[in-house]
């Protein structure tokens, strides 16, 4: 199996960061030197990223961690956080789980070509942390747009956190979101917040 950078971890790093504090970032992540696109924007409540066409609604009063989880590391030309959300600050504690959204990209590893390559070590990295697969991946349409969807559970407490990865593949690049929240439904309605702008079928 391929080797990955350390950026790709983290999707998963919102998973740990539900009860625990997030240290804060004094540096910008500087202007990608590579095939990477720029990270987008947030504009009057939705994240709008050119580069993929995709759009994403944020919840009301959820707290941006994006640049927290951005830096200035070598990998950042590899990798890249486009956009990091959560109900609460990361550092403040709370008994219920800390919902939160994170998108990254990532240049596909050496070996890899596909949606289903880049989800089965994602499926692995996210199994190491102590999650469970509910189900084989699935394809999942978002618009015109199919990509390729995991939920993951694994027990908190009294709680369980529920994950779902979706995978996307374009131009040599993955983009992965991953969605975090106490419950199936609540998960899903996050993912309904994503959407497509026209554009033509996956290849």
Not at 39 to 45: E, L, R, V
Not at 106 to 128: I, K
Request: charged residues 20%; neutral net charge; aromatic residues 8%.
């Amino acid at each position: 199996m391929a080797r990955f950078p350390a950026r790709f971890l983290l999707p998963l790093l919102a998973a740990a960061l539900w009860a625990q504090p997030q240290a804060s970032s004094s540096h910008s992540a500087p202007k990608a030197k590579s095939s990477l696109p720029e990270s987008g924007a947030i504009s009057q409540g939705v994240y709008h990223n050119r580069a993929f066409d995709f759009s994403y609604k944020l919840p009301f009063g959820w707290v941006d961690r994006t640049g927290d989880m951005q830096d200035d590391s070598a990998d950042v030309f590899k990798s890249r956080v486009l956009l990091a959300i959560f109900e609460r600050p990361p550092e403040a504690s709370g008994d219920t789980i800390n919902s939160a959204v994170v998108i990254a990209v990532e240049l596909l590893p050496a070996g890899m070509s596909t949606a289903a390559d880049y989800f089965e070590s994602l499926a692995g990295l996210t199994t190491a942390k102590g999650f469970q697969a509910a189900d084989e991946a699935q394809e999942l349409s978002v618009g015109k747009v199919k990509l390729l969807r995991g939920d993951f559970t694994k027990p908190r407490g009294t709680l369980t956190m529920r994950q779902t990865s979706l995978v996307l593949v374009q131009r040599s690049q993955a983009i992965s979101f991953t969605f975090i929240g106490g419950s199936e439904d609540e998960v899903n309605e996050l993912i309904e917040r994503l959407s497509f702008a026209s554009r033509k079928p996956n290849r």
